[in-house]
């Protein structure tokens, strides 16, 4: 399966929007929007510097067509309206007791497919959220589910809590899971660099709050 043909290659570094091989669509959860401390919401640095990469807010979407409905960058790429082309990241749905498919940072395929992934989907919220996200979408288990085991600790730190040592933002998911998936590293770098000044700021008092297209659900 061809990967996205957007581009040769990716834009300058760090100024203009990343242009990647493969799409990503977020499907964020109608509360993280108005979480106090949404001013470092990893997402909307995530839209702001990738390409193409598309947010959609809301609980449910009747299939992976309407969850698309205004992505303008995969118009006319049939292979996209497939659920089954695309990777899910969803961290925490081994089920307990269950071996693991790995121990070391990597992603971990769920099933044993050797085809490449067209697009990459992940779900922003918090872990309940999350997992609302995940049943209330019964087409996500037609993708192919993805196990991120991540390099290291979320860069968060004490601004959010994680529930769990393995868990990350959002951004910092996306962007070991593209260097996993063969993206250039410097994607990875720089969407942390970016990750890491928003924090700083925040922590500062110097809030920006990275702005999210809101496209609610069909």
């Known amino acids: 399966m061809p990967l996205l043909e957007l581009n040769n ?5 760090p100024m203009s929007p990343i242009t990647l091989p493969i799409p990503i669509l977020v499907l964020q959860h109608p509360q993280e929007p108005s979480r106090k401390d949404h001013a470092v919401s990893s997402v909307g640095l995530l839209e702001q510097n990738l390409h193409p990469c598309a947010v959609k807010v809301g609980l449910s979407w009747r299939n ?7 992505f303008e960058a995969l118009d006319g790429h049939e292979e996209f309206q497939k659920a089954g082309n ?3 990241l969803y961290l925490g749905t081994q089920k307990q007791g269950e071996a693991r498919i790995g121990t070391d940072p990597g992603l971990y395929f769920m099933d044993k497919k050797e085809d490449p992934i067209c ?8 872990w309940a959220q999350a997992k609302t996200l995940w049943w209330r979408n ?4 037609k ?10 600790k979320s860069l968060y730190g004490n601004v959010r809590k994680e529930p769990r040592p393995e868990c990350v933002s959002t951004l910092e998911a996306a962007a070991e899971t593209l260097s996993f998936l063969g993206i250039d590293p410097s994607v990875e770098t720089v969407l942390k660099e970016k990750f890491s000044v928003a924090l700083k700021e ?3 008092g110097v ?12």
């Open 9 to 13: 290659g990716l834009n300058p570094l």
């Open 64 to 70: 992976l067509g309407a969850a698309l409905k205004g």
């Open 86 to 88: 695309w990777g899910t």
């Open 119 to 126: 697009g990459l989907i992940l779900l922003d919220g918090t």
């Open 138 to 141: 019964a087409w996500l288990l």
């Open 143 to 152: 993708t192919r589910r993805m196990h991120l085991i991540p390099k290291q």
């Open 202 to 204: 925040y922590k500062s």
């Open 207 to 218: 809030v920006k709050a990275p702005r999210v297209k809101i496209s609610n659900a069909h």
